[in-house]
Structures are given as C-alpha cells and as structure tokens.
C-alpha cells in the first residue's frame, strides 16, 4: 500500500452501495448536470457529484419521442470516452465543489462525458475514499449507459492535479490521457519515487503538465523541477509546458493555451 505524506496513515476501506437515483430527466435537458450523491464508506458523508453527459445524448423535449429518446441517448452515451475533473480547494469547508466545478470543462467537450466528485476538508483527494468514491460515480455511468467505463481521462487543476496522481496509482480503472495544471506534486514527496509507485499503473497513458511563471500559489522554481524530474522518472510518454505568463487559475488556460489542452485530452 502506498504510504504518501498528505494520505492519512491509514486509508480508508470502503463499503460502497451502489450508485442511487439521478436528477430529473429535465437537468439533461439543459447544460445542468445530473446529481448524485456517493456514500463515502460507512462514515455517512456523502460526495455531491455532478455528471455531464454529451450534448447528443441529451434527452429531447417532446414526450411522443421520449422512448425512442432514451434509446439513442444510451447508444451514443455507450460510445463517449469519460473524463473526470478534479477540482481545486480539495481541503476547504465547500464540499458541493463537484456539482459545478465540471461545467466548464463539459462545455469545451461537448461530445464527452464529464464527471466530477466533490472533495472537502479531510476527504481530500490524497484518501483512498475519495478515490473509492470517484470508481463508484464511474460505476454508475457504466450501469446508466449500460455499457463499462474501462478506461478514462483525468483533469486536475490545483492541488486537483494530486487527485489525477492519486487515482493514477490508487484508481480501478486505466488512464489514459492526463492533464495536470497549476501542480504542486512536491507534496506527494520525491518526484522519483511518486512516478515509481505502482508502476504498472503509473507507466501507462500520457502526462501531461502545464505550469506557469505566475503562478500566485506555487512558484515555479519549485514546482517546474519536479516536474521535470517525474517526467524522466515515469516511463511514459510525459511533458511539462511552461508559461512564463501563466497564472494559477484554470480561467488562465482556457482563455491563453487551450491549443496545449486540446493536445492533452484530443
């Protein structure tokens, strides 16, 4: 078992029940997201998770095409690579986050399904029951598309990024695409010896890292150099993008380098 110095010195086992009812039919009728909420083990929290499906598997309207509807929207949904999107603030007293925090990246990826899962104060990224809990919110997209997730991309912003490190050694399913932004992966420990950890999983799919110049939170004389050095370590197609400009919010890199995010989740 992985021992990192933000995990908690013993992780959590859970005992997941199944994916339970989602929003109203009339949330897919709009860009507002289905609702679920995930039992986090037996500690009775519960994860606010919103999920995104794609703009063609929308339901439409008109009650007379509702059966034929719900039929297409299973067939194309059954076809739509997933990504999740690991929002930043994993520790703060916001534990709604994931409701909202995909919307966004769902609206640049119309065409994919978009799942976040909302992180708070010690059920944190970094747990293995929030990683439980995303595989759970997975399960039930494969069981409401009946059709398996076997393998998805992951999106981190912020100390997001260590939920894509995370579930990239911890996680049930593989990777396959990963965009990591504004990172701070020094708080995992040794760059060498995160990329090392669980290696089958870890050297499998791409990495990618943008980072910038400006970064208001992590300086990037730190930051930059470990990147590098987990880069040379994991035996994956891996890439650092530096901007000197760059800040440290997501609205930066949608709104400057969306051609380096369309490159790391094509």
């Not at 709009?30 to 929290?45: E, F, I, Q, R, Y």
């Not at 007379?64 to 997933?82: E, W």
């Amino acid at each position: 078992m992985m021992h990192l110095s933000l995990a908690l010195p013993v992780l959590f086992t859970l005992m997941l029940v199944g994916a339970q009812a989602f929003a109203a039919p009339n949330a897919l009728a709009s860009n507002a997201p289905d609702t679920l909420l995930v039992p986090v083990g037996a500690s009775g929290v519960q994860s606010p998770t919103g999920i995104w499906w794609p703009n063609a598997v929308k339901a439409k309207s008109k009650t007379a095409h509702k059966n034929a509807s719900q039929v297409k929207k299973r067939a194309n949904a059954a076809k739509s690579s997933v990504v999740v999107w690991f929002h930043g603030g994993m520790g703060s007293s916001n534990c709604e986050k994931g409701l909202v925090a995909g919307n966004d990246f769902a609206n640049l990826y119309p065409e994919k399904i978009v799942v976040s899962v909302s992180a708070c104060r010690e059920k944190h990224w970094v747990t293995q029951s929030m990683i439980d809990v995303v595989d759970a919110a997975l399960d039930s997209i494969a069981a409401r598309r009946k059709a398996p997730v076997e393998s998805v991309s992951l999106v981190g912003v912020s100390d997001g990024a260590l939920g894509v490190l995370f579930y990239s050694i911890q996680g049930k399913r593989r990777v396959e695409n990963r965009l990591l932004m504004s990172s701070f992966g020094k708080m995992l420990g040794e760059a060498s010896a995160v990329a090392r950890v669980n290696e089958h999983r870890m050297n499998s799919g791409r990495f990618r890292f943008l980072q910038g110049g400006k970064d208001r939170l992590y300086p990037s004389n730190e930051s930059v150099s470990w990147i590098e050095e987990f880069c040379k370590a994991v035996q994956v197609d891996c890439e650092l993008r530096f901007d000197q400009e760059g800040e440290h919010d997501w609205s930066y890199w949608k709104d400057k380098r969306m051609d380096w995010i369309r490159e790391a989740i094509p």
